[in-house]
Structure formats: C-alpha cells, structure tokens
C-alpha cells in the first residue's frame, strides 16, 4: 500500500497528488525504465491505489511505454540474471551474509520445550506425571492473597481441564500431581513498575527423581505466584485418547524472573471500537504471555466514545450511540 504521505520526504520530485482524487487516496510516481535496444529511456507512469498490489499503467502510460516489446523485457531480465550468476574478473568472490541457524533449547528426547515466554532457568527429565481433574490447592500465603490465588488457580484449573468434566476416573492414590502448593513469603502486594515477578516451581512424584510430590511454587510476591500458576498451566496438556492431562519432560525445575519490567499491549479503541467484553478478553489473553501493562488508547480525533460527566457533549463524537464506555465501563476494565 503507497499513500502520498507515506511517500512525502523519499519522492519530493516524483509524487504528484491527483487533483481529482483524495491524496490519502492515491498517488502518482514516475518509474524510469531503460531500453538497451536504443539507448534511451522509457518513462511509464503508473496510479497506485490504496487499496491494490499491484501498480496499474494509465491510459497515457501504455502509449509512451508502448516501444518496450515483450521480448525486450525478456531479454532484460536475462541480462540481470547473467550479471548475476558471472563471477567478477578478478577472481573473488562477492561475501554473502551467513544465516544462522535456529538453535533449539538442548532435552533429553531431542524435542523442544513448549513454554512461553521461556523460562530464564529449567531443568526436566524425560517421564509422563497424570494430573489429578480435582486437583486440591494447599495455600502458606498471608491472608489478603488467600481469595486472590484462589480464584486464580480456579481459572486455570477450568482451562486446563476445559475439554472433559472434571471428575476423576481413577483413584487420587494413581494420579501423580493431585495437590498444588502455593508459598508467598513477602506481604507487600503494591502495583508499580519492577515489581518482583519471580517464582520458582516443581513438577515431580516425589521419588529420587524430584524433591516434591505434587506441584509447588515458591514467590516472594502475589504477582510472582500468578506467573507461576500460568507455566504450571503450561506444562500440563490433555491426552484426548485416554481423556487425561499429562506434564510430560518431568520432573520439572523452573526458575524464573522476566526479563523485561514493562511488557505492554495497546488496543485503540478510538478508531475500532471494542465491546468491554472483548476487552476483559484480550486482558485474559495477555495474561498468558505475561504481559503486565495494557495501553488503553480510549479516544482521538476519530472518535470520542467515554462518557465524561462534566462535558456531556464530549461523547457525541462517537461513531454511534452504541459504540460508547460509561464511566462503570472503564471503571470496570481499570479494576
């Protein structure tokens, strides 16, 4: 896509607004193409609209490119391709940038780890652990994180077991995780920018392979724990033959920090309304990569959709009537 705008800076000389088109538009450019056949230089013109690949000839374009053959073009392009393939006269070869090549994180049976974002430090072995479908949460956090881990380890335990009932097939005694453990040391749960996001957490059945039986994860912080719980998620993925969840590569050890503080997406709500919904929806989403900062870019000159009690008329600039946030809107995504 070609915009005058774009355009403007790289092709003073060349780019033309229409005078009878919009020059958002489209645009006009002159192309020089040569003509080795006798020695002088074709110059086509071309229209490229916004919404086309592909650059389309104007009417005057085709009569003054009209002395360029299809053979000509033919033999051109075998000229480009033999300058190309000739090695230069004196004997060296041109350098070629080297491509380096994807490197996998090193396992024990050769497949790569499915964790995202990866973590920082990881160790795992090479066995199958069946997680119990009522898995049991054991919290040693302080009491204002009891009702905060709570519903979040109810969340994730629905995502992971979404394909199936929730109901065990087997004994807990045959199940290898059936507990979680949840360990918050530190009691300050303030909000701000490079808050400690660390954990640490272990998958294992509790032989001489792993140091626990169950699940555990250990954070200095609420947000360190939450971080945890989404890489446990990770790890677990369902068996739709034997309808189970497995971790496979266990046991597992991982130590983890991010590697960014600000790990942001924006959503422009002012040129393409979003419902609170889908909102709240992309809020979940991104709590899947870990990312901790969402910019909210709520109006702009296209639109003006938030209601703002001591200018009523403000929201008038909507695109319509249903395409607007009261303050319990925003009120609702903020919290």
């Known amino acids: 896509m070609f915009t005058c705008r774009s355009l403007k800076g790289r092709l003073p000389s060349k780019c033309l607004p229409n005078s009878t088109r919009d020059p958002i538009q489209s645009c006009w450019f002159l192309a020089t193409v040569p003509n080795y056949y006798n020695n002088s230089f074709t110059t086509p013109q071309f229209q490229v609209h916004r919404h086309q690949g592909t650059p ?3 009417s005057s374009a085709v009569s003054r490119s009209s ?5 000509e073009a033919v033999c051109f ?4 391709l033999l300058s190309l393939l000739t090695p ?4 060296r070869s041109i350098p070629r940038r080297s491509i380096p090549r994807r490197h996998w994180i090193p396992s024990t049976n050769d497949s790569p780890v499915y964790l995202w974002p990866l973590p920082k430090q ?3 072995g090479d066995g199958i652990l069946y997680v119990d479908p009522d898995l049991s949460l054991d919290l040693q956090v302080p009491g204002d994180y009891l009702e905060i881990v709570t519903d979040a380890f109810e969340r994730y335990k629905d995502l992971i077991f979404t394909h199936w009932e929730r109901s065990a097939r087997r004994s807990s005694a045959e199940y290898d995780v059936a507990k979680m453990t949840v360990i918050v040391s530190s009691t300050n749960d303030t909000l701000q920018f490079g808050v400690d996001e660390s954990y640490m957490l272990y998958v294992g059945r509790g032989d001489e392979l792993s140091v626990v039986k169950g699940a555990t994860i250990e954070a200095n912080t609420i947000y360190g724990a939450l971080r945890g719980l989404e890489t446990f998620s990770q790890l677990c993925i369902p068996n739709y033959e034997n309808k189970s969840v497995e971790i496979q590569k266990a046991p597992w050890s991982i130590k983890d920090e991010p590697r960014f503080n600000f790990r942001g997406l924006l959503i422009d709500t002012s040129r393409h309304y979003l419902p609170v ?3 709240k929806q992309v809020i979940d989403a991104m709590s899947y990569a870990k990312l901790n900062v969402l910019h909210w870019h709520i109006l702009d000159e296209e639109s003006f959709p938030l209601e703002v009690p001591s200018y009523p008329n403000l929201w008038k600039g909507s695109y319509s009537k249903l395409e607007r946030y009261t303050i319990e809107d925003a009120y609702e995504v903020v919290e």
Do not use: E
């Open 56 to 58: 389309i000839p104007s």
């Open 77 to 80: 392009l075998l000229l480009i």
């Open 88 to 91: 230069p006269s004196h004997g």
């Open 277 to 279: 919904n889908v909102i």
């Open 67 to 71: 002395t360029v053959m299809p053979s």
């Open 122 to 124: 990881f160790s795992h």
